[in-house]
Nanobody
Framework: VQLQASGGGLVQAGGSLRLACAAS????????MGWFRQTPGKEREFVAA?????????LYSDTVKGRFTISRDNAKNTVYLQMNSLKPEDTAVYYC?????????????????WGQGTEVTVSS
């Protein structure tokens, strides 16, 4: 599967952005999907994940829980990350990823496919 992330940009603290990750292929519904982020000099970190099909299972990092929401639209082969109440420390390049097992995971190693990243900058 190929992934294309979009929706990044510059926003003021307290604002919102919605990231989208469009997937190729007809088996998108079978994949667990995740969002990760990375800043220069730091490791890529988990943000959110959603399980396959209906996305009944979602996971969030403690730093974004209550502010970010992950969702999926299988008809559009797209996973979304709605980011509200953004903070300067949310500034990063955000990556989407697909997991063939389908559960969604906090672990980078669980994901076989990665998108190219979309940059989010939150100004104070």
């Amino acid at each position: 599967v190929q992934l294309q992330a979009s929706g990044g940009g510059l926003v003021q603290a307290g604002g919102s952005l919605r990231l989208a990750c469009a997937a190729s292929g007809r088996t998108f519904a079978n994949y667990g999907m995740g969002w990760f982020r990375q800043t220069p000099g730091k490791e890529r970190e988990f943000v959110a994940a959603i399980s396959w099909a209906s996305g009944a299972r979602t996971l969030y990092s403690d730093t974004v829980k209550g502010r970010f929401t992950i969702s999926r639209d299988n008809a559009k082969n797209t996973v979304y990350l709605q980011m509200n109440s953004l903070k300067p420390e949310d500034t990063a390049v955000y990556y989407c990823a697909a997991d063939q097992v389908g559960l969604g995971s906090r672990s980078l190693g669980a994901y076989e496919f990665w998108g190219q990243g979309t940059e989010v900058t939150v100004s104070s």
